[in-house]
């Protein structure tokens, strides 16, 4: 049977995520695992931070603090975004704190040089004779051999912008102790990508069916394919297995080609976790699996092409990526917040003042699915007001802050010569009513969450054009009635939301009276007439609660 495989790109441990990254990747991803759990599928959510490279090495020492720690605190601290915004994985591990991942890296590297796609080159690098190691470009400075500046970077410029070959700097110092380096003759591994692409990585890539974006984004990415260096001169990283370091010393895996083998240790772990350490070859090698990569546009050469040739390239009947649902990028609004210089949003008052489901839901409404898009907060109190408050909550609201007035708090009986017109109005006559679900399916977000509230009008349209409130003095048995189609209709609104909204969705399908998870309920699909009610008239409601209160402001 099918079953579904789902990684989110990992985050680097280097620093805050933002709504950039949870609308292009985390959020969607979230939202793709809960509805293929409600549709009954076999589904697998694997994510974890990126903790390897030079990056986290520079600003580690910085600060003073030992590796291992600083990718730790950023780790939870990633960790508790996702949480405050209910976005969760079945494992979120780390490729530094994860027990397999080692081992399961070295693995590539040795299957891969064994399968002759490893060449060894031979490179001219900066060395510091002081600190007695090679150094990365961002490890070096001196003056620009184009424009004079005297403060260019090992890997650009500040003032002309040209692109720096650090062999080339005049006056070249190492950033750690000042001193000048020289120059000395390193090997390093390749990862032969041209020949991995001929022998059969670019016939997989023009057969495969890939989102229309995701084509156009890799068409012309296969003309020119260079070797790619897996290998580094570094103190933080994966070793190179010993028995294979041909006397190098000090070569670690680079941060590019260890990092999405995370996600096949990260599933190694769990697995181990759960006491089936062999449980994971299912999930890896099993042809039914569907591989779906959530990303960034700007992960999707490496995703189709560089991860698939390693994994093809270990011969280990390792799965290729089945879809590969990448984003535009999410631009946030100029001002309000900050990508390269931290956080610039106060995330504690934030989320004080902004419901976390309600964001998430904006966020879904303006996902960069098919261009870039931004996140606006006047929009988004706009989203929240008139979507969630006026549609959803005021569905929900209305109908059950009635009964428990005026219907003792309990499902009014529907009269049996009522059934076919209630049912003919609200599945016939009171708008179009669509499978959020299938959208999911497809990738389109944005649609699905328009379609869940365009669900919800339905309802409302169904309230006005009963009244129940007017009825209930003339003839209140149709408006027991139709007040019990309206609880009907609520009970599929909980469930349709259960994705988007997983927290209000539940306190939803509580305040129906209902019992268990809501997540747990099968999708629902499209009611058919005739076939639709399952609640029982008598049955006691919840407490009803507003379930999106109106906010103000946008500052
Ligand atoms: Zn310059
Ligand atoms: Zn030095």
């Not at 996902?367 to 569905?395: K, Y």
Request: charged share 25%.
């Amino acid at each position: 049977m099918t079953r579904y495989l789902v990684t989110s790109a990992l985050p680097y441990a280097n620093g805050p995520i933002h709504f950039g990254h949870v609308a292009g990747v985390y959020l969607p991803a979230d939202v793709y695992v809960r509805t293929l759990r409600m549709m009954g599928e076999e589904v697998l959510s694997i994510c974890g931070t990126d903790e390897y490279g030079v990056a986290i090495t520079l600003k580690a020492d910085q600060e003073g603090t030992p590796y291992p720690e600083y990718v730790k605190r950023w780790n939870h601290e990633i960790h508790s975004f996702f949480d405050r915004l209910h976005i969760e994985f079945d494992t979120f591990s780390g490729t530094s704190r994860c027990p397999q991942h080692e081992g399961t890296a070295q693995d590539f590297f040795r299957h891969l040089g064994a399968n002759g796609y490893l060449d060894k080159q031979e490179t001219t690098q900066l060395y510091c004779e002081t600190d007695e190691m090679f150094l990365a470009d961002r490890y070096v400075g001196g003056t620009c051999y184009v424009c004079g500046c005297e403060k260019a970077r090992g890997d650009e410029c500040p003032d002309c912008g040209t692109w720096i070959d650090p062999l080339r700097l005049i006056a070249p110092v190492c950033k750690q102790c000042g001193n000048t380096p020289v120059h000395r003759t390193t090997r390093h591994w390749y990862l032969n990508l041209p020949k991995l692409r001929d022998e059969h990585i670019g016939a997989w890539i023009n057969d495969h069916e890939w989102k229309p974006n995701v084509r156009a984004f890799i068409q012309n990415l296969l003309k020119d394919v260079p070797s790619r260096s897996v290998t580094r001169d570094l103190k933080w990283g994966v070793p190179v297995p010993e028995d294979l370091a041909e006397g190098e010393e000090g070569k670690r895996l680079y941060v590019w080609f260890d990092a999405p083998i995370g996600y096949i240790s990260f599933t190694k772990e769990l697995m181990a976790q759960r006491g089936t350490p062999d449980e994971w070859q299912r999930w890896w090698q099993d042809p039914e699996t569907r591989l779906v990569h959530f990303l960034g546009k700007d992960n999707i050469p490496f995703h189709c092409l560089v991860f698939p040739s390693m994994l093809w390239g270990t011969q280990q009947n390792y799965i290729l990526p089945w879809q590969v649902p990448a984003n535009e990028f999410y631009n946030l609004e100029a001002g309000k917040f900050s990508t390269s210089e931290g956080r610039t949003l106060d995330l504690d008052a934030f989320f004080a003042k902004y419901d976390p489901e309600a964001v998430r839901f904006y966020i879904l409404t303006t996902l960069p699915e098919t261009s870039d898009s931004t996140f606006s907060l006047e929009q988004m109190v706009l989203t929240i007001n008139s979507g969630l408050a006026g549609n959803l909550g005021n569905l929900a609201t209305r109908v059950l802050k009635f009964l428990a007035k005026n219907f003792d708090g309990v499902i009014p009986p529907i009269a049996p010569e009522h059934l076919d017109e209630m049912d003919h109005l609200m599945l016939g006559d009171c708008g179009e009513i669509g499978d959020p679900g299938i959208h999911v399916r497809e990738f389109r977000f944005r649609q699905a969450a328009a379609t869940l509230l365009a669900n919800s009008s339905v309802g409302n349209v169904f309230m006005q054009r009963t009244e129940p409130w007017a009825l209930r003095k003339t003839d209140p048995e149709r408006a027991a009635s139709a007040l019990n189609t309206l609880c009907e209709w609520i009970r599929w609104v909980a469930q349709w939301m259960a994705p988007f909204l997983p927290q209000k969705a539940q306190e939803l399908w509580e305040m129906l009276g209902c019992q268990g998870q809501v997540a747990q309920e099968p999708w629902p699909g499209i009611p058919q007439k005739g076939a639709w009610r399952r609640l029982e008239a008598g049955a006691r409601l919840g407490t009803p609660e507003a379930l999106f209160p109106r906010v103000e402001g946008g500052e």
